[in-house]
């Protein structure tokens, strides 16, 4: 058994081709085929990729210049929010005149602070004065458009019904009840 073993290998090693390991075969149609099919799919791919590619950097593109218009439209408000809280500590009597306001001096700091915007409603009151009214610090705390202090209202007085009058408590509460209709 032992020396049929030995024979069936050395009868495969017969029917194994030595090929030179110095000479170069010949490329089969098959190939050919194959590689031509393989460089093909690689032309494609590599179209694809650079599509893809062109389509993320302007995809990004898009999107840096919708954030930055964003901003800008924040800025824009935040701006216009700032100025009129200054205008109104500064005692303007009507916002729309804030139009008259050189706003070129005005910017925004490193940190988003607003740089100049006192300047600028200072330059405004100095031109146009009649568009500023009385002193705000004058005006009632928590105020913002009103030009004179609001009065103080009356304190309630809590009334007992078992130490007034029958006619007293009748009185109290017809007004009381009339109140509420």
């Known amino acids: 058994m032992a020396e049929q073993s030995q024979e069936s290998i050395d009868l495969a090693e017969e029917a194994t081709p030595v090929v030179a390991a110095d000479a170069p075969r010949e490329i089969t149609d098959a190939e050919k085929k194959l590689r031509r099919e393989v460089a093909r799919y690689r032309e494609q791919a590599r179209i694809a ?9 302007t995809a990004a593109r898009e999107r840096d210049d919708a954030i930055a218009a964003v901003r800008e439209e924040a ?3 935040v701006l216009q929010a700032e100025l009129r ?3 109104t500590r500064a005692g303007i009597l009507d916002l729309d005149a804030l139009k008259l306001a050189d706003l070129g001096a005005i910017n925004f700091g490193e940190n988003g602070d607003i740089i100049g915007i006192d300047e600028a409603i200072a330059s405004l009151r100095d031109r146009k004065p009649y568009l500023f009214g009385a002193d705000v610090a004058a005006l009632a705390p928590g105020t913002t458009s009103q030009t004179h202090r609001t009065p103080q209202a009356a304190k309630p007085v809590a009334i007992d019904a078992r130490e007034l009058s029958r006619e007293a408590w009748k009185a109290e509460r017809d007004r009381l009840l009339a ?3």
């Open 49 to 57: 990729m650079s599509e893809r590619d062109a389509a993320v950097s």
């Open 75 to 77: 800025r824009g408000h």
């Open 85 to 87: 809280a200054h205008a």
């Open 179 to 181: 109140r509420k209709r």
